[in-house]
């Protein structure tokens, strides 16, 4: 299965303040009663993006016409903690998202995000902040995750180094993000483990 | 030097090493659930993809089910999931606890009291409290549903290994201190992203004593510490516990046995990380915010945001209590609850029911108060009927449930409503966590739910109980 090779996504940037935003925030437990992805993009940050009485839009980030069509997420420490529900980062993934900068991730987050080749890239406290002020002062800012070089760039010129997992990035750059086909491919080794185990 | 629990059952797992590094890791045990396999099962049919190891998949169906009339789902989207739940067992011939069976509860009760989940063994299910299986020495973690489709097609995923933090807390608890209160007090200390990049190892006297099913609560909420996984090494409890269960395949027990028990760490194991902890210093605990790291004793105040080291310190205790409607330097005690919620897979099993049981009788829930109490499983129901508990439970005004996860998350019609205050023996007091996107939530002991309920308000168990006896940890 040839997949693409994501090397760097780029895009208008969005910051979601508030640390440990976990996949319930994400993604509200009410709209999982679906037995596909699809559609999920549009319930993504659900409860805080409208007011749960009126129904009326809050005053949230994504809700700010300045930030329309971001496909960058900014975030804090701990962003995805939680549940391990794939419905969070599939929610981000069709809402726009391409990726998504944090000061750190969840585990299962990360893992499940790298999988649908969203790259997450973590970044100082002190990077993540000069992020947040330059896409708010003016929101037209492109920011770019530049995953081969572990770098976020944006076109007002700061160029700060990300880290990332080497495994994701290695499975992002070659296109093997979605490991499916290399798993089948070892079907000889996966019988020779199975025969192994005392208990299969 | 020797080897811990979690690198013998990694090594004892391994396939091989992906082209990105990271292991290609055989998946012993699958377990599904309505929400997060459905569309893995479609990913599976668009790649015109089978099971691979049909026998090492079990299915049950736990979290949209209704606990009052289980089978009749008012909800045409919750009938929808579980019709598709069948339709995928029955199609890819994987084993299905369905409710008929008699044996339909939350998917990590079930695991464990059918025997299912064993020591040395890697166990994998689309669900972060994966990590409850833990319990029995297994390795056992959340994963996402592309890879729910990845075990399905092949049993294996590709993950990279992580750290290990042993924990050890030593010494004897006081009364009135359960496992909840532990792993409350860990995490508290630890962080909710303490954990990230490791599996916490649980060790030490007070695990030692612990029945297995206190070890279930603990592990459980490893992933509330942000801990890939937890476990607590096999013992002689282990192989008790499971002596005779329905998965467990009694001809050579004793075999069985030793293999199982030589997969505990190694006297001289290497551990990246050691963390102790003086049992006596735990109190029961609770949490006032809104993440699981928001802990603190009963008899503590509220934390006041003026007194916050950092400013981002201080943000995160703002918005918490905004959202909690809490005062600053108030203390917990006394905080009015609505609703009063005994469940879930931390604390929704036989011995927490019996624990709560033997402090209710001749007490009342609180008027105004709206306390549930739901079992784990079909089974932990009917044991608890066996033993008359339901009884002792309405008597004392608590309605008496079916099993699943309920308020938990309330995929079901188990909801708070507006902004009530739920007492609850679950694990996670996110926003939102129990249905309304404004209800809030208190994490505590079921006996603390069970003081909380009777009271009307926050309190000590200890007080209202007279609990004087050290916390019953056969
Ligand atoms: S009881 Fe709660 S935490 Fe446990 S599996 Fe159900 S929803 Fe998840």
Redesign the pocket.
Known sequence: MALDPVTQVSGRAVFIPGNDIDTDRIIP?RFMKCVTFDGLGEFAFYDVRFDSNTGEKTNHPLNDPRFAGASILVAGVNFGCG?SREHAPQSLKKYGFTGVIAESFAEIFFGNSTTLAMPCVIATAADVATLRSLIENDATTTVTIDVENLRVRTSCGLSVPVSMADSAREALVSGRWDPIQELLDNDAAIHARARELYYV | MGKNLFQKVWDAHTVGILADGRTQLFIGTHLI?EVTSPQAFGMLRDLGLKVKFPQRTFATV??IVPTIDQDAPQDPLAAEMMQALRQNADDFDVTYFDLASGKQG???VVGPEQGITQPGTTIACG???TA?HGAFGAIAFGIGTTQVRDVLASQTIALAPVKVRRIEVNGDLRPGVYAKDVILHIIRLLGAKGGIGYAYEYAGDVFDRMSMEERMTVC?MSIEGGARCGYVNPDAKTIAYLHGRPYVDMTDFNTTASRWLSFASDADAHFDDVVKINAAEIEPTVTWGISPDHGISISENIPDPATAGTLLEKESIDEALAYMKLAAGTPIKGVKIDVAFI????N?RISDFREVAKYIQGHKVAAGVKAIVVP?SQIVAIQCEQEGLPKIFTDAGFEWRGA???M??A?NPDKLVGDQLCASS???NFKGRQGSPTGRTILMSPVMVAAAAINGCISDARELFHLENPANVA
């Open positions: 437990a549940s | 659930h736990d979290h939350i998917v990590h669900d972060s409290h409850t459980n469940g879930s897979c931390t929704g784990g699943g996860c309920s938990c998350l995929m679950s694990n996670r």
